[in-house]
């Protein structure tokens, strides 16, 4: 199983990104997709969930969605802030069976 994020960088407070997170090795239709993201000093927090039946969940100024036909999650972070600058990790859940992403770093600064 391998999930591949991707689309972090820098953007200015205001800005917009999304980041896509492609898995493979996986039946995807069957898995809960995540968004976490952790700042340095911080805990990891969860940012977006979106089930297997494509109901999503999210904290303000972020979407979460999935395309099945692509094997892939995607989260839109909108009107960014300094602090949304952290590490994002997708993650893959089914039952006991949780993946990670490697994670990619997004660093919201004038």
């Known amino acids: 199983v391998q999930l591949v994020e991707s689309g972090g960088g820098w953007v200015q407070p205001g800005g917009s990104l999304t980041l896509s997170c492609a898995a493979s090795?996986?039946?995807?239709?069957?898995?809960?997709m995540k968004w976490y993201r952790q700042a340095p000093g911080k805990e990891r927090e969860l940012v977006a969930s979106?089930?297997?039946g494509g109901t999503a969940n999210s904290v303000p100024r972020f979407f979460i969605s999935r395309d099945n036909a692509r094997n892939s999650a995607y989260l839109l972070m909108n009107s960014l802030k300094s602090e949304d600058t952290a590490k994002y990790y997708c993650r893959a859940d089914a039952g006991i069976l949780k993946y990670w992403g490697q994670g990619t770093q997004v660093t919201v600064s004038s």
């Open positions: 090795g996986l039946t995807f239709t069957s898995y809960v």
């Open positions: 979106i089930s297997t």
